[in-house]
């Protein structure tokens, strides 16, 4: 009997927690014991990750890599050996409620014109998470990098930005264009055909360039449902601040934009970079965000 689920998580160093994201799957309810399968891809551990999980766990299937091929790149190789109708990408820092798989599974078995389906996230504490946003076309990569977006005549006219900061938007059912990777689900043949992640992106804006192939593949819609919650608890395995994550978000756009629209691609190092400088002045004179400011800095002695 061939699964109908299909989870892959993959873990770097996160022994304890992808322990604890493995029992939640297996403790969702609504299915039966053989349909559901877990596949664990560990990206070059050096703790003792491979060796406990393999002692805990009977009924899942482990690759294990000689090296860390990323986000993307783990996630494309548990999707190749999966067998199940769906894919659910989960973090290895992320939990499901009992109830979280067969609502997002209930919403592609309904809805053959979703193409992928997110639940509503939250924090270790509860605190609502920022999951969502839409494609990062010029106008929204301008408004977010500028803080345009933070003005309130901008939010009357500007209701689909690129990063959606307001909560409420993540407390209803909404069609955004991308969702965090942290827990999405796709029908398996999908994914496939749109070719996975791009495997050059190796951490932070992989999703948002998968979904764009996805939708300009299958012309279809990506749903968000707050019906069900899942904790993820943010970048367990990185460890890294906001501004370094956001220098590499910021490369990865502009791989999107080398990549599909190049002849754009010179406004958007224009955008980004006057985005860069208007936070090295802003966090110069802030006490307390030195770090912040040497993380900006590094964004111009990055190799284009």
Known sequence: ??????????????????IKSIKSVYASSGFKKDEIEVIVVDNNSTDDTVEFIGKQFLNFRLIVNQDNRGFGGGNNQGAKVAKGKYLLLLN???FLEKDSLSVLVNVLEKHQDIVSVGPQLRYGDNRLQLSGGYLP?????????????????IKLFFSTPYHVFDLTWHQKSQYPEWLMG???????????????????????????????????????????????????????????ANAFVLIHELKGIEYIYAKHYSHLLPFIR????????IRLIVFRVIPGRSDAYAEYKKYFSLAR
Not at 6 to 17: D, E, H, P, W
Not at 137 to 153: E, G, N
Not at 210 to 228: D, E, H, I, N, W
């Open 92 to 94: 290895s820092d992320a």
């Open 137 to 153: 076309t010029p106008w929204r990569v301008l408004a977010w990098m500028w803080w345009l977006d933070k003005l309130p005549i």
């Open 182 to 240: 942290a827990c999405v689900l796709f029908r398996k043949d999908e994914f496939l055909v749109a070719g996975g992640f791009d495997d050059k992106i190796f951490m932070y804006a992989e999703e948002v360039e998968l979904y764009r192939r996805l939708q300009s593949t299958l012309g279809k819609k990506v749903y968000f449902t707050p019906k069900t919650q899942v904790i993820h608890l943010g970048r367990a395995s990185s460890n890294k």
């Open 270 to 277: 224009f955008i980004i970079s006057v985005g860069v400088m």
């Open 1 to 18: 009997m061939k699964p109908l689920v299909s989870v892959i998580i993959v873990s770097f160093n996160t022994r304890k927690l992808t």
